[in-house]
């Protein structure tokens, strides 16, 4: 994985921007943050459950490890450097449920199961 592979990825989400975010880039769902990539874009900060952030580090102890913000537990930092494509969609998508309108899922959901 690389940062345009990422890009494309958080991009093809519905109603999704980038903007800068500090010396990062950040992957907004009307306006909330639900991704960051920092400067040296080796790696992916992605803001999802805790119960997500453990099935993924028990999963892929290679490519994610936990994510802290001072006492908490804010997401996963992938390395992108041989991260599997699949893996990282599927934390996009699931910080972007996380952060997208109800309804706006809901359209997306829809539209995707008839797909």
């Known amino acids: 994985m690389d940062e345009i592979e990422v890009r494309a990825i958080a991009l093809g989400l519905p109603e999704t921007r980038e903007q800068p975010h500090f010396a990062m880039t950040s992957f907004r769902v009307r306006g909330s943050i639900f991704a960051t990539m920092?400067?040296?874009?080796?790696?992916?900060?992605?803001?999802?459950?805790?119960?997500?952030v453990h099935d993924a580090v028990a999963e892929h102890p290679d490519s994610c490890e936990e994510l802290w913000w001072g006492q908490k537990l804010d997401g996963v930092r992938v390395k992108?450097?041989?991260?599997?494509?699949?893996?990282?969609?599927e934390l996009l998508v699931t910080a972007w449920r996380q952060k997208a309108p109800k309804k706006l899922v809901a359209e997306w959901e829809s539209q995707n199961a008839s797909a």
């Open 38 to 52: 920092p400067a040296e874009r080796d790696s992916l900060h992605v803001f999802v459950p805790e119960e997500d």
């Open 80 to 89: 992108l450097a041989g991260s599997e494509p699949a893996v990282v969609g």
